[in-house]
C-alpha cells in the first residue's frame, strides 16, 4: 500500500510540475501578447525583463523597469518593477503590486506617487470571453506629489462589484486622514477657514453602463446612483445623494440632495476663489440657513443640467463629460 501511495505522489508532483511549467509559460506569452496588442493600439512600452516565478501554487510575473507612454506622447509612466500574482489553481483572480515609488512625466512637470502599500485585484468571469465580476484597489501612505503641491492619504479602498449584471456595477471609495501642501490648502481653501487635515471621503454610487467592463470592450456610463457621497473636513460635512443619468453629448443631467453642516466656509471659499459674487454668496447662504433644521444640517436641492452644477438656482460650476 505504502509502495503505491508513493508512486501516486510521485505522478501527481510530477503532473503538476508540468501543469505550473505550462502555465508559467502561458502566463509570459499572455502577458507579451498584451503588450504586443496594446503597442499596435499606439502604446509605446519598454522594459528591462518580464519573468514567471512561483512554482508551485502561483504565477508571479515581474516586470523590471517599466516605461509606459500614451498614443498621444503626453504621459510616460516609469517604476523599478511592477508585479502581477494569480493562483495557479485560479487564474481569473490576479493581483498587483506596485512599486514604493514610481512616476508620471508630462508636459513640463513630474508626478511623483509614493506609497507604503498600494495593491489591486481584479477578478474577472471564468468564461471565454471574460468581463469585470469585482476589483479592489487598497492603499497606505500614499503621497502624490507635483512641485510644492502634494496630497497624502492614510488609507484607502477602492471596490467595484458586479450589481445584478455585467453593465452595472457597485463602486465604493473610501478615504482616511487626507493632508494637504500649503499649496493645494491654499487653493481649496483660500479664506482659510477649514482645517489642514480633511478627516475622510466616503463614497457609495451604482454606475449602469452600455456594456461590460472587459477585453476589446469599450464600455460608456449611461447612468450614476448616488447612494452617499460624504466629506467630513473638521466640523463641515457635505453628503450627496441622488440619481444622474448621461445624454448623448456626455453631460450628466438629474436632481440630486445636498447634506450640509457648517457650511459658511465652503461659501466664504467659493467667493474666495471667484466661484461666487459676494452677493450670490449671501442670497446662497440664506436660502440654504432657511433650510436647516433643529440639528443644523440643511438638506439642499442640487441640479445637474444643460452642462451645469446648480445650488438652489445658482449656477456653481461647470459639469465635465462623463
Do not use: C
Request: proline content about 6%; glycine content about 10%.
Amino acid at each position: 500500500m505504502a509502495k503505491w501511495m508513493t508512486i501516486v505522489t510521485v505522478v501527481v508532483a510530477a503532473l503538476w510540475s508540468g501543469w505550473w511549467f505550462i502555465g508559467s509559460r502561458a502566463a509570459q506569452q499572455g502577458a507579451i501578447a498584451g503588450i504586443d496588442a496594446a503597442r499596435a493600439q499606439g502604446w509605446t512600452i519598454a522594459y528591462d525583463d518580464l519573468s514567471v516565478a512561483g512554482f508551485p501554487n502561483r504565477f508571479d510575473t515581474t516586470v523590471s523597469e517599466p516605461r509606459v507612454t500614451t498614443p498621444d506622447g503626453t504621459v510616460e509612466w516609469s517604476a523599478p518593477f511592477v508585479q502581477v500574482f494569480s493562483l495557479a489553481y485560479r487564474l481569473n483572480h490576479v493581483i498587483a503590486v506596485a512599486p514604493p515609488r514610481m512616476s508620471f512625466e508630462v508636459p513640463g512637470e513630474a508626478i511623483d506617487v509614493t506609497n507604503a502599500d498600494l495593491r489591486a485585484s481584479v477578478v474577472l468571469s471564468a468564461s471565454a470571453q471574460p468581463v469585470l465580476d469585482r476589483s479592489t484597489v487598497t492603499m497606505e501612505a500614499l503621497r502624490v506629489a507635483l512641485a510644492d503641491l502634494w496630497v497624502e492619504v492614510a488609507t484607502g479602498r477602492f471596490a467595484t462589484r458586479q450589481a445584478g449584471g455585467e453593465t452595472a456595477h457597485d463602486v465604493a471609495l473610501s478615504l482616511s486622514r487626507l493632508t494637504l501642501s500649503p499649496s493645494v490648502r491654499a487653493a481649496l481653501d483660500p479664506a482659510e477657514r477649514l482645517p489642514e487635515l480633511i478627516d475622510g471621503v466616503e463614497i457609495e454610487v451604482e454606475v449602469g453602463l452600455t456594456d461590460a467592463v472587459g477585453p476589446g470592450r469599450t464600455p460608456q456610463v449611461q447612468s450614476v446612483l448616488i447612494r452617499r457621497a460624504e466629506v467630513t473636513w473638521g466640523e463641515t460635512r457635505a453628503n450627496l445623494a441622488g440619481e444622474v443619468s448621461v445624454g448623448s453629448d456626455g453631460f450628466p443631467a438629474g436632481a440630486l440632495m445636498l447634506g450640509l453642516r457648517n457650511w459658511e466656509p465652503l461659501i466664504l471659499n467659493a467667493v474666495a476663489q471667484g466661484l461666487l459674487t459676494p452677493g450670490e454668496a449671501a442670497v446662497l447662504n440664506g436660502g440654504i440657513g432657511g433650510l436647516a433644521r433643529s440639528d443644523g444640517e440643511a438638506q439642499v436641492p442640487v441640479t445637474l443640467a444643460d452642462g451645469q452644477l446648480s445650488v438652489l438656482g445658482l449656477p456653481i460650476a461647470v459639469l465635465p463629460r462623463l
